[in-house]
């Protein structure tokens, strides 16, 4: 299992960055994706982004395409978040996720992709 410990959420105006950190620990070296998720009040979980761990590709869901980049730091077991541009809609509880098996798929966009999660950490854009 790998634990995970999201941090870095907060208030800010629209327009406005933040960057989200979540450290992993434990089995970190069963990680082949990382993935960001976001919950919303009264929403169903959204695909935010994702990263191979070891070859650092990453992918992204439309609503923030060109928007929020996702960076690791492998030796310090650290996913990122770099979020600019913010908009209200973008107001949600941030999970990062695990997941520790290899699969057939290119992209791992649902939540049942993934593993293990972390707490989330609640991101508030104001208008």
């Known amino acids: 299992q790998v634990q995970l410990v999201e941090s870095g959420g907060g208030l800010v105006q629209a327009g406005g960055s933040l960057r989200l950190s979540c450290a992993a620990s434990?089995?970190?070296?069963?990680?082949?994706?990382m993935g960001w998720i976001r919950q919303a009040p009264g929403k169903e979980r959204e695909f935010v982004g994702a990263?191979?761990?070891?070859?650092?590709?990453?992918y992204y869901g439309d609503s923030v395409k060109g928007r929020f980049t996702i960076s690791r730091d492998n030796a310090k077991n650290t996913l990122y978040l770099q979020m600019i541009s913010l908009k209200p809609e973008d107001t949600a509880v941030y999970y990062c996720?695990?997941?520790?098996?290899?699969?057939?798929?290119?992209?791992?966009?649902?939540?049942?992709?993934?593993?293990?999660w972390g707490q989330g950490t609640q991101v508030t854009v104001s208008s």
């Open positions: 996720a695990a997941r520790r098996t290899i699969g057939s798929s290119t992209y791992y966009v649902h939540s049942d992709d993934y593993q293990d």
């Open positions: 434990g089995r970190t070296l069963n990680i082949y994706v």
């Open positions: 990263i191979n761990w070891s070859s650092g590709n990453t």
